[in-house]
């Protein structure tokens, strides 16, 4: 069985950066794609981005496209979000996310299996 930890998040100003980690064990990290959630108080939670098993394919919600990148490290067992000019509405936690398969989409019930989540807070 699969199991996340995330790391990295915390309190930064509007226009900084973060990057977030989230280590992985069990199944072999490479056989599945990844993704980063986020959620608000009060709102659902929503995609951030997807990295695919291999990492040759990625892709990226549009709320933070040119702005988040996602990549992840296989040798490691690692997920990375490189974070660069935040903004307020940033702020959530932010969850990691193991696929079925190598490929996956947007939604959460495409993703099995859950980090605890990280805070970030973006203040003005």
Known sequence: ?????????????????????CAASGRTFSSYGMGWFRQA???????VAFI?????ATRHA???KGRFTI??????????????????EDTAVYY???ARGPYAGS????YNV???GTQVTVSS
Do not use: H, I
């Not at 699969?2 to 990057?19: I, K, N, P």
């Not at 108080?41 to 995609?47: A, V």
């Open 1 to 21: 069985q699969v199991q996340l930890v995330e790391s990295g998040g915390g309190l930064v100003q509007a226009g900084g950066s973060l990057r977030l980690s």
């Open 41 to 47: 108080p009060g709102k659902e939670r929503e995609f």
């Open 52 to 56: 695919s098993g291999s990492g040759s």
């Open 62 to 64: 549009d709320s933070v």
């Open 71 to 88: 990549s992840r490290d296989n040798a490691k067992n690692a997920l990375y979000l490189q974070m660069s000019s935040l903004k307020l």
């Open 96 to 98: 990691c996310a193991a």
């Open 107 to 110: 939604r959460t019930v495409d």
């Open 114 to 116: 859950w980090g605890q």
